[in-house]
């Protein structure tokens, strides 16, 4: 299966993070492997 998520990074502490829709929480169960690929589209203007 192949999804298309287009999300801004977070900030949690010092770490960025991606957070996955719970809506795709059923096809995600636990140690499901998964490749991200990420492609800026736009980053913060300083």
């Not at 829709?21 to 059923?26: E, I, T, Y």
Request: charged residues 20%; positive net charge; glycine residues 2%.
């Amino acid at each position: 299966m192949q999804y298309v998520i287009t999300k801004r990074v977070a900030k949690h502490g010092r770490q960025a993070v991606i957070v996955i829709p719970k809506d795709l929480q059923s096809y995600l169960p636990p140690h499901t492997l998964l490749k991200i690929t990420m492609d800026v589209m736009e980053s913060p203007k300083p």
